[in-house]
């Protein structure tokens, strides 16, 4: 008998723990499409917007088989073939509640399929199904899409920097000095004081001290 081809392999995507689901369901759905904004106008009709690409989800219902359906030869190999046992049920419904409520990021792979993705498990539900110790498992995995954040620098997109209203330059502050002659020594008008105050947030203008280093603003 040929063994089938086919394989459901779950790995975390750190550790490289991973399982191959035992069995196979009938069916896998892969769910993707496009959110949109709808807004209804009276003289147009509906019209929609479209606001991106929705995650895409992988879901399918599966069993689990249980220790009796585990036959073993005298080698220890499984009598039948479609069944790929590394876990018991038990033991792989721990790992989905580990991975589900710990965020862990994981690589799904379904060979023989383009399906080969990095995913979190959404959701999932074991259901004890009978004498044999089957657990029917319904689960659902997203899509763990990078998320990549740009800012709008001086050409476009790149790294966001502040703009500095210092203009590099300092003053050290000496005996006699007030912020207004040195607005005017340093910016060539004494009514720019408040400017030296505010940029090196100084609440009072008269009280400044001998020694002190002022970051002048640009001229």
């Not at 030869?73 to 991975?99: C, Q, R, T």
């Not at 399929?113 to 959404?122: A, F, K, Q, S, W």
Request: net charge positive; proline share 5%.
């Amino acid at each position: 008998m040929e063994v089938i081809k086919i394989k459901i392999i779950l790995s975390e995507f750190d550790t490289g723990d991973y399982m191959t689901f035992p069995m196979l369901p009938e069916a896998i759905t892969v769910e993707c499409g496009t959110r949109f904004q709808s807004y209804d106008i009276m003289s147009v009709g509906e019209i929609k917007i479209p606001l991106g690409e929705e995650l895409t989800r992988f879901s399918w219902k599966c069993k689990i088989p249980g220790e009796k359906r585990q036959i073993k030869s005298g080698a220890g190999a499984f009598l039948n073939p479609f069944i790929i046992v590394e876990k018991d049920p038990h033991a792989m419904e721990v790992w989905f509640s580990y991975l589900r409520n710990s965020n862990i990021k994981c690589k799904l792979l379904i060979t023989e399929t383009p399906v080969n993705h990095d995913v979190y498990l959404e959701s999932y539900k074991m259901t004890y199904a009978g004498g044999y110790g089957d657990y029917e498992c319904d689960i659902s995995f997203i899509h763990a899409k990078e998320l990549k954040v740009y800012t709008e620098g001086k050409k476009g997109l790149g790294e966001k920097t502040r703009p500095s209203k210092g203009s590099g330059c300092t003053y050290t502050v000496k005996k006699g000095d007030t912020l207004w002659d040195i607005a005017r020594k340093s910016l060539g008008k004494g009514s720019r004081y408040g400017e030296i105050a505010s940029l090196n947030k100084i609440s009072n203008p008269n009280k400044i001290s001998v020694g002190q280093t002022l970051i002048l603003p640009k001229k």
